[in-house]
């Protein structure tokens, strides 16, 4: 890809630290000495500090994003209140509340505040500032016509891992509680929410000590499970588990990248591939080159993205956990490289969506 000589902060650009999303200046690039035109000189470098376009940090950790109406919302944790270790030693902070982004091109990202807030004066509440709310990952029920944000709800010190669910008439909320607890009576973890093509939502999460991955389906509010579901991808569990399962779907196939089971800390993630969502499933290989990262450019999956482009472009949207101070943690976004079917993850210091896609319009708004 095509560097630009010396990027600037551009016209919307705050001052302070330098944003790892770049905006061109627009009065400065000699846009003949420089190939890429706008917008395509916006670029996402992975592992810098993301701003927004009011200049704030972008506290939206363990995200999920949805395209809807012509724009990407990214919904994601705001871990920045005070890192403090939990009675077992573990890094956390008081639920915040989780936030939300609004972008046309996936490199400006508008804030949209808090849609899902905290419920400060119960301490029992499962969105309670001493509870974990974790992983939030919002699909439209057309039928219903509502959005429906599930999350991962946890005790304090992890001691259980519930999923819990919010609902708005509006994308952007505010997402009104609705209930949590251990979906199909298990213990979950870190999860995805994935339509299959019959319109059949599924949750897929790890359970009985990272041991096995569930996909239970959904109800057709999207809202519950109902009960179905299969095990997949077992295994010894502990840190050879699977955990924070991003799906998706290239030339028919069913892919999920898992992370092993390491806590904040990164790990080498796995690819793994089904011809059907509810499985069998099998581990491909290794996400990344061993000799390139032993853990997956330090960073753990939140979920894969994939534009509506017509060249099948899937991103792997990462988080770079920061345990000292969780709300400084980074987001490691990344296309992936395919060879056959097999995909890789190959890093970059800096990249454009646009150049993943066929048509402006195919990023833009409609
Ligand atoms: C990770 C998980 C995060 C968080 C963390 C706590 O494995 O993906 O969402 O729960 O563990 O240790």
């Known amino acids: ?19 790892g999303i770049q905006q061109p200046a ?7 000495a420089n190939p890429i035109d706008w917008p395509d000189a916006r670029l996402l470098c992975p592992g810098d500090i993301w701003r927004d376009t009011s200049g704030e940090v972008i506290q939206a950790h363990g995200g999920g994003i949805l395209r809807h109406g012509g724009a990407y919302y990214w919904f994601g944790e705001d871990k920045s209140g005070p890192t403090t270790l939990n009675a077992r030693n573990a890094a956390r902070v008081p639920f915040r509340g989780i936030r939300a982004y609004r972008s046309t091109d996936l490199v400006a990202w508008h804030p949209l505040g ?11 509440h499962p969105l309670h500032p001493s509870k974990v709310v974790e992983r939030p990952k919002v699909i439209y029920n057309d039928a219903g016509d509502h959005f429906v944000m599930w999350f991962k709800a946890g005790g304090a010190d992890y001691e259980y891992m519930h999923l819990g669910v ?3 008439r509006a994308i952007a909320g505010p997402y009104q509680f609705r209930h949590a607890g ?6 979950a973890g870190d999860f995805a929410v994935q339509r299959d093509a019959d319109g059949s939502a599924y949750l897929i999460h790890p359970s009985d000590r990272f041991s096995v991955m569930i996909v239970a389906r959904l109800n057709d509010a999207a809202t519950g499970v109902s009960g179905e579901l299969s095990r997949v991808l077992r295994s010894s569990g502990g840190y050879e588990g699977h955990e924070a399962p991003a799906v998706f779907q290239r030339d028919g196939r069913w892919y999920m990248i898992t992370s092993r089971v390491s806590g904040w800390a990164p790990n080498p993630c796995r690819v793994c591939v089904a011809e059907r969502l509810t499985g069998p499933w099998e581990v491909m290989g290794e996400l990344c080159d061993p000799q390139e990262t032993s853990d997956t450019f330090a960073s753990q999956p939140a979920c894969v993205l994939q534009p509506d482009t017509r060249n099948g472009t899937c991103i792997y949207v990462g988080d770079r956990w920061s345990r000292e101070s969780l709300g400084d943690s980074r987001y490691v976004w990344l296309p992936l490289v395919w060879e056959g ?3 890789w993850l190959r890093w970059q210091e800096r990249w454009s969506p646009h150049d993943h896609t066929i048509g402006v319009d195919s990023l833009g708004c409609p």
């Open 1 to 19: 890809m095509t560097q630009p000589a010396a990027l600037s902060s551009g016209p919307e650009a705050p001052s302070g630290p330098p944003s």
């Open 26 to 32: 627009a009065q400065t690039m000699d846009r003949e």
């Open 114 to 124: 808090t849609v899902l807030h905290p419920a400060d004066d119960d301490p029992s």
């Open 166 to 168: 919010a609902t708005s």
């Open 182 to 187: 251990p979906p199909n009576g298990l213990r």
């Open 341 to 343: 079917d097999r995909p």
